[in-house]
């Protein structure tokens, strides 16, 4: 005899159909809520900090503020009782920005002028890709991701590489040019190492001697090229990603939330992690 559920276990599964089954009715309606709240918190934030809309409607501002943060939380809460695995949730890319979604404000309790951290909330609009569930735009954004991830190593060690070099470019323009010239110390030196390298340029420390003008020179030549070898890594991990993935995403369809766009070699839903017929 079948295990009759409970109430608990039933309102759990129409909360998960809601805040996860992107593919109905009610759950597509939640989702352009959600987009729309998140909208109008982050244009609140950004009212809040002009002056002159401050000074009138500050109190109005900070009141919605919290309506939505309320409504936030509440969403956060019933994301973790609905799913079987919350840990899995709470420390996912998705449940982390949830998270910080909603505490800028309850800090502002403590440390007053926090709300303004409250625009991270903008990184919600990630969600915008797995709600318009466009196999291109989700299978392009995999294979971005498997760039960056396979690019990881060899962009941390041109980082390292870069970092040394600051440090022993700021030394010698520090011993070249002097105090008088505006480079007081060795940190100093390698801020504007920094500052060249990036091509930024802000012109408040200048090398005044020859030799210092000639290293400068070096030192912008060489800032084009660091700027080109991290995207030439990512690219290349791209173009390799693209060859190992020429396939489009075929519609496999869940069993249990119905949705249907997955990647051809998916064997789980990555909306409820449900196994996935094979073709």
């Known amino acids: 005899m079948k295990k009759q559920k409970s109430k608990y276990e039933i309102f759990r ?10 593919n109905t009715i009610l759950g597509r309606m939640f989702d352009l809520v959600l987009l729309g709240l998140i909208l109008l918190s982050v244009l609140l ?4 900090t002009v002056e002159g809309i401050s000074q009138k409607y500050h109190q109005q501002l900070i009141i919605c503020e919290w309506i939505i943060t309320i409504f936030f939380t509440i969403e956060y809460a019933l994301r973790i009782i609905s ?3 919350p840990i899995k949730y709470i420390f996912s890319f998705y449940g982390i920005i949830d998270l910080l979604a909603v505490l800028p404000m309850y800090l502002s309790i403590f440390f007053p002028g926090a709300s303004v951290l409250s625009v991270v909330r903008a990184l919600r609009f990630f969600r915008l ?17 498997d760039a960056i991830e396979a690019s ?28 008088e010239s505006g480079f007081t ?29 000639f290293i400068a020179a070096l030192v912008m030549i060489l800032g084009y ?27 496999k369809t869940c069993r249990k939330c119905q949705s249907q766009v997955h990647f051809d070699n ?14």
């Not at 890709?129 to 991701?145: T, W, Y």
């Not at 962009?155 to 002097?178: D, K």
């Not at 060795?186 to 200048?206: E, K």
């Not at 998916?266 to 073709?279: D, F, H, R, S, V």
């Open 129 to 145: 890709f797995k709600i318009l569930h466009i196999p291109q735009i989700s299978h392009q954004s995999a294979q971005l991701r």
């Open 266 to 279: 998916a064997k789980y839903c990555y909306e409820c992690g449900t196994q996935l017929p094979i073709n």
């Open 83 to 85: 799913i079987q695995k």
């Open 152 to 179: 990881k190593e060899k962009i941390l060690v041109f980082i390292y590489f870069v970092l040394i070099s600051t440090v022993i470019i700021g030394t010698i323009m520090y011993l070249v040019e002097g105090k």
């Open 45 to 48: 934030i950004m009212l809040d």
């Open 13 to 22: 599964e129409k909360i998960k159909i809601i805040l996860y089954g992107t």
């Open 225 to 251: 090229g660091i700027i080109a070898v991290p995207t030439g890594i990512v690219t290349a991990e791209f173009a390799k990603s693209s060859l190992r993935n020429n396939t489009v995403n075929s519609k």
């Open 185 to 213: 110390s060795i940190p100093m030196g390698i801020y504007w190492t920094i500052v060249t390298l990036t091509t930024v340029g802000y012109g408040d420390i200048s090398p005044q001697s020859p030799l210092g003008q």
